[in-house]
């Protein structure tokens, strides 16, 4: 089934251009809330879209610029527990105009993470999963569990 869905993206969806596979990931603390509701999943993968492709496009300097990426969610860890997060192969870089490509320079993921908690914040709060006080509990932490990991370019 793995083979098969690698060799779909490479010869129908993937264009022959740089990519990177980019890893999205929430804190212990939070993951009850995307056990006992999954439709939380799909705002989860939202979430890192909006970070993600808002970092690419504003790399770019064109309005028109396009980025593209293929996100999978898995639900478990190596041990096999639940573990929500969010699998990426994303351009490296976006479209723009006639359909021209530019990469952008290197990423620092760390970045992106700031960003991301914002959005799962805003996003479980909106849902009335969260309390403001669980979201400064959470900030109050020295590491937020919160991770975003940016692969080489491929």
């Given at each position: 089934m793995a083979r098969q869905l690698h060799s779909r993206?490479?010869?129908?969806?993937l264009k022959y251009l740089s990519h990177r596979q980019w890893v999205f990931s929430i804190p212990k603390r939070l993951r009850i809330y995307f056990m006992f509701d999954r439709s939380l999943l799909s705002k989860l993968n939202q979430c890192a879209w909006n970070v993600l492709n808002?970092?690419?496009?504003?790399?770019?300097?064109?309005e028109d610029a396009v980025a593209g990426a293929v996100i999978a969610i898995q639900s478990f860890g190596d041990f096999l527990n639940f573990n929500p997060h969010l699998h990426i192969i994303a351009t490296?870089?976006?479209?723009?105009?006639?359909?021209s490509f530019m990469v952008c320079p290197t990423p620092d993921a760390k970045d992106l993470e700031e960003l991301f908690r914002y959005e799962v914040f805003k996003t479980l709060k909106a849902e009335g999963k969260i309390s403001e006080a669980?979201?400064?509990?959470?900030m109050s932490w020295r590491h937020s569990g919160f991770n975003v990991y940016c692969g080489n370019a491929i």
């Amino acid at each position: 089934m793995a083979r098969q869905l690698h060799s779909r993206l490479c010869e129908n969806i993937l264009k022959y251009l740089s990519h990177r596979q980019w890893v999205f990931s929430i804190p212990k603390r939070l993951r009850i809330y995307f056990m006992f509701d999954r439709s939380l999943l799909s705002k989860l993968n939202q979430c890192a879209w909006n970070v993600l492709n808002r970092h690419l496009r504003q790399a770019v300097s064109y309005e028109d610029a396009v980025a593209g990426a293929v996100i999978a969610i898995q639900s478990f860890g190596d041990f096999l527990n639940f573990n929500p997060h969010l699998h990426i192969i994303a351009t490296d870089g976006c479209f723009y105009g006639d359909a021209s490509f530019m990469v952008c320079p290197t990423p620092d993921a760390k970045d992106l993470e700031e960003l991301f908690r914002y959005e799962v914040f805003k996003t479980l709060k909106a849902e009335g999963k969260i309390s403001e006080a669980l979201i400064e509990n959470i900030m109050s932490w020295r590491h937020s569990g919160f991770n975003v990991y940016c692969g080489n370019a491929i």
